[in-house]
């Protein structure tokens, strides 16, 4: 009942409804375009909804992030460049049948298959948000920190290539969110007898340095490498071609519904995300499907299973951050900070204190993806032709410069473009020496609420830290977190013994 007053509040606020359309043509031109990211679109317009209502600031950056996710398959059809890492399954098939002068095609499925797999996941989290919710007001800060740590360990271990190299990424994390004034003691922390780092590093330009100055510096050492484009020409056999029927997606709908699925499952896990989701569902589509020998070579099939796993996270990713206080991904990370911005505590007591909040915000995301359906559907093609003619020369130096404003305006403080440009090496950095960014930032998120819930915990205890093994739940949390180092260290080293010397 909550999700249908919300419609009809969200459907009778017009403003609301321009930034919710607003977002979705500015998700997609951002996913489409190759290097850029959603959250890297988001950590730039950060500092916009300083000025915007909440529910018009949540909405307007949670739709972009779904955009985003389908935009990237535009590029990854188009120019066998993926505008983002889940769309690289999309990219196996995608540009093989663009190549066959089926682009347009091509991208129908995909947008067909994001919105469905987008649908599915929404309404699971509507669904079973208000359950989590409930369970988590039963934890008390020993659980919390459980779950917490639980967080720490899987995001760390699971987001990249080698589990060295996540967990050092999330300490790093932790580390630089300590900087500042101890939140008990009122003492000095990592400060070196600096008063600007004494209030701490701020979020925005940390999060605007990761992930727009760092992609900026990897784009500059690839300058000069262009891609093969394909795109269909405007000719009525061609028209022809590209007209999808009921027919030719039929054979995609159980490949669609089953990575929904996946796609929605996946999402609810802490930092595991869309590129896993995507290249999960893409290996089990083959697997099942009538004519595995076709996929890699342009099969319907092939664009729609990762697009629907894709855009099925977006919802269900939510769930953590919303219950918990534990963003599930790196979007989930930037919204937080926006949460808190506009002076909204997050965590299981959100659904007591602005439950209307949150429904409107689901209803406004249930909005966001009919809008992005329909422009994509009848206009991605002419999103790509335009996407084609931005010079990079031009574009990344305009991104440059917004980049440079957004963090100025965060606190109308210098320190904070130091900050940005600082942390704008390091995710160059650690892109270039396979550290992971969206971990450390997620870490950094984490990290506050993961000290004070540890220290109620040890005032709360006779035993000091065996607090956390004889409460059962608590006990749980700690195992599974630990589990989840093993199992993937033993995936490694079943794949390949060299790739765990890499980790």
């Given at each position: 009942m909550d999700i249908f007053i919300a419609l009809g509040s969200v459907l009778t606020n017009p403003t609301l409804l321009m930034f919710i359309f607003l977002a979705a043509i500015v998700g997609m031109v951002v996913g489409a375009i190759p290097g850029l990211t959603a959250s890297a679109a988001i950590a730039m317009l950060v500092p916009i909804t300083f000025y915007m209502e909440p529910l018009s600031a949540l909405a307007f950056l949670y739709v972009i992030g779904k955009s985003g996710r389908y935009g990237g398959?535009?590029?990854?059809?188009?120019?066998?460049?993926?505008?983002?890492?889940?769309?690289?399954?999309?990219?196996?098939?995608?540009?093989?049948?663009?190549?066959?002068?089926?682009?347009?095609?091509?991208?129908?499925?995909?947008?067909?298959?994001?919105?469905?797999?987008?649908?599915?996941?929404?309404?699971?989290?509507?669904?079973g948000v208000g359950f989590i919710a409930a369970f988590a007001l039963k934890l008390g800060p020993p659980e919390l920190f459980?779950?917490?740590?639980?967080?720490?360990?899987?995001?760390?271990?699971?987001?990249?290539?080698?589990?060295?190299?996540?967990?050092?990424?999330?300490?790093?994390?932790v580390m630089i969110s300590m900087v500042g004034i101890d939140p008990i003691t009122a003492t000095d922390r990592l400060t070196f007898g600096s008063y600007d780092l004494a209030n701490g590093i701020a979020l925005v330009p940390l999060m605007i340095g990761i992930f727009v100055l760092g992609e900026v510096f990897s784009?500059?050492?690839?300058?000069?490498?262009?891609?093969?484009?394909?795109?269909?020409?405007?000719?009525?056999k061609a028209k022809a071609m590209n007209r999808l029927s009921w027919e030719e997606y039929k054979p995609c709908m159980p490949h669609v519904i089953r990575s929904s699925f996946i796609g929605a499952l996946i999402g609810m896990l802490p930092g595991l995300g869309s590129a896993i989701a995507a290249f999960v569902a893409y290996g089990e589509g083959k697997r099942r499907a009538k004519n595995p020998e076709e996929w890699g070579k342009g099969a319907l099939e092939g664009i729609a299973a990762p697009e629907a796993a894709n855009n099925a996270v977006s919802g269900p990713s939510m769930a953590p951050l919303l219950t918990l206080g534990i963003p599930g991904s790196t979007i989930g990370a930037i919204l937080i900070g926006v949460f808190l911005i506009h002076g909204i505590q997050v965590g299981p007591t959100l659904?007591?204190?602005?439950?209307?909040?949150?429904?409107?915000?689901?209803?406004?995301?249930?909005?966001?993806?009919?809008?992005?359906?329909?422009?994509?559907?009848?206009?991605?093609?002419?999103?790509g032709r335009f996407i084609i003619k931005i010079p990079t020369k031009i574009l990344y130096p305009i991104i440059f410069l917004t980049s440079f404003i957004a963090a100025y305006t965060n606190r109308g403080n210098l320190f904070d473009i130091y900050v940005m440009v600082a942390a704008g090496f390091l995710g160059w950095l650690m892109k270039k020496f396979d550290f992971n960014p969206a971990a450390?930032?997620?870490?950094?998120?984490?990290?506050?609420?993961?000290?004070?819930?540890?220290?109620?915990?040890?005032?709360?205890?006779?035993?000091?830290?065996?607090?956390?093994?004889?409460?059962?739940?608590?006990?749980?949390?700690?195992?599974?977190?630990?589990?989840?180092?093993?199992?993937?260290?033993?995936?490694?080293?079943?794949?390949?013994?060299?790739a765990l010397e890499d980790a």
């Open positions: 398959s535009i590029a990854a059809i188009l120019f066998n460049t993926p505008g983002t890492a889940a769309s690289a399954a999309t990219q196996l098939d995608g540009y093989p049948r663009a190549k066959m002068g089926q682009a347009t095609k091509a991208m129908k499925v995909a947008t067909i298959s994001s919105v469905i797999g987008d649908y599915i996941g929404e309404v699971l989290l509507i669904i459980a779950v917490y740590f639980a967080a720490f360990v899987v995001i760390g271990s699971v987001i990249g290539k080698s589990i060295i190299r996540g967990l050092a990424s999330s300490a790093m994390g784009q500059l050492e690839t300058r000069g490498q262009e891609a093969e484009i394909f795109t269909d020409p405007d000719t009525e659904f007591i204190t602005s439950r209307d909040l949150v429904y409107s915000l689901f209803a406004a995301g249930l909005i966001g993806i009919a809008v992005y359906g329909v422009i994509g559907f009848y206009g991605a093609a002419f999103l450390f930032v997620i870490s950094f998120v984490l990290a506050g609420g993961a000290e004070e819930t540890f220290r109620q915990s040890l005032l709360l205890s006779d035993n000091g830290a065996l607090i956390f093994v004889t409460r059962p739940i608590a006990l749980i949390f700690i195992l599974l977190g630990i589990g989840a180092v093993i199992f993937r260290a033993r995936n490694i080293s079943k794949t390949t013994p060299q």
